[in-house]
């Protein structure tokens, strides 16, 4: 029997985020799953993005028909399983069969025959007897520890919103550079929508916009509002650093707004800097290949930005895996580095220059814990009220979202998934003395 491309894509796709790295999203898009046709990209990434969307649940309803214990069951195996039972509990357009049989074969094509008779047994149960979803499944479909520490943070009713927005598709928002393009995307039969919380910013209503030949030339970029709006908390300045820059999303928009701006751009991957080369031509943007921890500049800069690498967990709607590598430890390790980057930075900050630290993260220790202590260590620099950029880009015309209050933690600016239609962002807006 033969496997359909979008099953066979999925299954190899999932492995692979299981044993390495990768981020699902990464590999959808990659070129070597990018040749499917649009319908099997599409069936792909629903069963992939599902699949890590509510593996924990998908897993609660195979035990309850394994004969096995999940921990013993190959990595193939399990992934077989969690495709056919996703498939079976929330694609109502899949047939049962298809469901059942193409993961008994994709078992079978794994060398894992011995397993095919457990995974036909148990997906058929689950075909017939149907496991309802709770009504908690949303609070499941994520690790414990995490959810209780955003009941911590947040309160029970935000924590259940963030849960919530994780399980769905998040929409597509995008920028858009020129007039032209705008009419290119609808030339092509994309449909556009106002940002819901910049007016630059636009929504995907309808289409595929990564097939868009405007999107192909770079003239349409995907990036969360949320990221859209951090990138515009750095104002003008003359000489700009963005420290930890690829793939671009906020130097681009840097450097859109700083037209006349020497913007250098670190990066300390060397393939991701070139991947930011790319993406950012513009030619007040000077790309280097170098830790931000060591940098050492002749002169220092007016504006700065630390978009610091972090956890990542207010993108999980857009990155479910993350919520199952992460681990409560890393948080430290993640603290560490985010601390040292902030530091290396604030040396390079002229005086009466700002830094404006920020992560994707929700959680106070890479956010407001590493901001606390950065300050504490160099009395020269103290926080501006986010409150007063927002309101500079509402009198703009350029920040649409009305209740600025809900935007704002104390003097930090804050995100959250579901509370906001977006991403979950935290900075913090450092000034030196
Ligand atoms: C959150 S991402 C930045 C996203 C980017 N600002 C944007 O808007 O597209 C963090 C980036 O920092 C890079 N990075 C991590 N540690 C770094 C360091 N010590 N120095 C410079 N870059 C670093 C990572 O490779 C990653 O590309």
Redesign the pocket.
Known sequence: MSISPARAAAFDILLRVERTDAYATELLHSAQFSKLSAKDHGLATEIVMGVLRWRSVLDEQVAQYSSQKLEKLDPEVITALRIGTYQLGYLSRVPQSAAVNESVELVKQARKRSASSLVNAVLRRIAVDKPGEASSAVLRAHPSWLVSKWEGMFGREAAGKICAYDQTVPEVAIRVSGAAAHSELSDAGIKLAPGRILASANRVDAGEITNAAAFKAGRVFIQDEA?QLV?MLVGKGKRVL??????????RIMAERNPTASIIA????EH?ARLLRKLVPAANVQVLT????EFRPEDLFDRV?V????SGTGTLARNPEIKWRLQPEDLSDLHT?QLD?LQSAMKLTAPGGRVVYS??SLEREENSDVVAEALEADRSFHLIESRAALEELAEDGELQWKDLDSLLDGLYLRTIPGVHPCDGFFAAILEKN
């Open positions: 990221s990138a963005d420290c930890c820059a690829a793939p671009g999303g906020k130097a670190l990066e300390l991957h991701r170098a830790d931000a921890r930005l978009d610091a690498p972090c580095h980057i992560t994707c």
